[in-house]
């Protein structure tokens, strides 16, 4: 089994960058994992995925903005955020095919 924690979401300003954490835990390697994103009384969002070591898809409105990478010493794929604007506000959910979902974690981007 694999459990995914989300961490690395706050409060950042129009036009600054974050990075998102995708943490899985127990006796097993990181998955493929898809990134997700539900914004305020819409439908939950796929942005991208990571697969093996450097097999990487993105939603087409992500694309040069948005990068997927992985570090499996520390069992984390990251998410790096970069020109956020308010409509990036929203829950970012990491999740393993075949995965339960967490709880996300909270982006809001704010003057």
């Known amino acids: 089994q694999v459990q995914l924690m989300e961490s690395g979401g706050g409060l950042v300003q129009p036009g600054r960058s974050l990075r998102l954490s995708c943490t899985a835990s127990?006796?097993?390697?990181?998955?493929?994992v898809n990134w997700f994103r539900q914004v305020p009384g819409n439908s939950r969002e796929w942005l991208g995925s990571?697969?093996?070591?450097?097999?990487?898809t993105y939603a087409e409105f992500v694309k040069g903005r948005f990068i997927i990478s992985r570090d499996n010493a520390k069992n984390t794929v990251y998410l790096q955020m970069n020109s956020l604007t308010p409509e990036d506000t929203a829950v970012y959910y990491c999740?393993?095919?075949?995965?339960?979902w967490g709880q996300g974690t909270q982006v809001t981007v704010s003057s």
């Open positions: 999740r393993s095919p075949g995965g339960s």
């Open positions: 127990g006796n097993v390697g990181i998955p493929s």
């Open positions: 990571i697969t093996g070591p450097s097999m990487i």
